[in-house]
């Protein structure tokens, strides 16, 4: 199988992004500025502005106190799957939000990309 084009890899996460908003509001959690980023920059560079913000948004805040932080941007961002869509400034910004809140990044990306393959 050929390797996916860098617009198709840009899709296929804004396809996750928007099924992961969904998810939050389904959760209890309306994520009303992440929503309009995705309306105003797509879903690529929303993430890319969400996550080099040095503070913690208070949607990561929100996550955390939910025990969803799996479906924060800052998770995606560092999943293997989108690392040619954010260069490593990016990259590393998401894993120093994430560990300021205490979590096993590299567990939790384990666990994650686990959930995310089809089945066998």
Do not use: C
Not at 6 to 12: G, I, N
Not at 60 to 77: C, H, I, P, T, Y
Not at 80 to 109: H, I, S
């Amino acid at each position: 199988m050929a390797e996916e084009t860098r617009e198709e890899l840009a899709r296929q996460f804004s396809g996750d992004m928007h099924r992961g908003v969904a998810e939050l509001a389904r959760l209890g959690y309306d994520p009303k500025i992440f929503r309009m980023m995705l309306a105003d920059h797509g879903a690529v560079e929303a993430a890319r502005r969400l996550v080099a913000d040095p503070k913690p948004s208070y949607g990561l805040w929100k996550l955390q106190e939910k025990n969803r932080l799996d479906a924060s941007v800052e998770m995606w961002v560092l999943l293997p799957r989108y690392e040619r869509l954010f260069d490593q400034t990016t990259r590393d910004q998401a894993e120093r939000k994430l560990r300021l809140l205490g979590v096993d990044v590299g567990r939790e990306l384990r666990q994650l990309a686990a959930r995310l393959q089809p089945p066998a």
